[in-house]
């Protein structure tokens, strides 16, 4: 059994920063690509960073120069560093990983995993 949990929300006033951190744990083999998604009540699912296990990162624009998305690997970790942030940015952040991991059997499993989201607060 896979878990991804998400950790690090909060309440932060406007321009300040928090740190998101998503962790894999149970039967883990390897896992491959991470992503940070955010949804407020409402609204799509957003996807606001993503990263590979070779560390090759990509952002939304609208995050581009306040966040930071790593991992690391050896930890099974992954993290987003918010600067600057706005009310816009408020919102239910997910973490979503592609994971391969073992069954009971043995045999192995790729599925794509997702945590139960940590919440951003923006306000003064």
């Given at each position: 059994q896979?878990?991804?949990?998400?950790?690090?929300?909060?309440?932060?006033?406007?321009?300040?920063?928090?740190i998101?951190?998503?962790?894999?744990?149970?039967?883990?083999?390897?896992?491959?690509?991470?992503?940070?998604?955010?949804?407020?009540?409402?609204?799509?699912?957003?996807?606001?960073?993503?990263?590979?296990s070779?560390g090759?990162a990509?952002?939304?624009?609208s995050?581009?120069?306040?966040?930071?998305?790593?991992r690391d690997?050896?930890?099974?970790?992954?993290?987003l560093?918010?600067?600057?942030?706005?009310?816009e940015?408020?919102?239910?952040?997910?973490?979503?990983?592609?994971?391969?991991?073992?069954?009971?059997?043995?045999?192995?499993?790729?599925?794509?995993?997702?945590?139960?989201?940590?919440?951003?607060?923006?306000?003064?």
């Open positions: 896979v878990q991804l949990v998400e950790s690090g929300g909060g309440l932060v006033q406007p321009g300040g920063s928090l998101l951190s998503c962790a894999a744990s149970g039967s883990v083999v390897r896992v491959d690509d991470m992503d940070w998604y955010r949804r407020a009540p409402g609204k799509e699912r957003q996807l606001v960073a993503s990263i590979t070779g090759v990509n952002l939304a624009e995050v581009k120069g306040r966040f930071i998305i790593s690997n050896a930890r099974k970790t992954m993290y560093k918010m600067n600057k942030l706005k009310a940015d408020a919102d239910l952040y997910y973490c979503n990983a592609d994971i391969l991991d073992k069954g009971p059997g043995g045999e192995y499993i790729a599925s794509k995993s997702w945590g139960q989201g940590t919440q951003v607060t923006v306000a003064a």
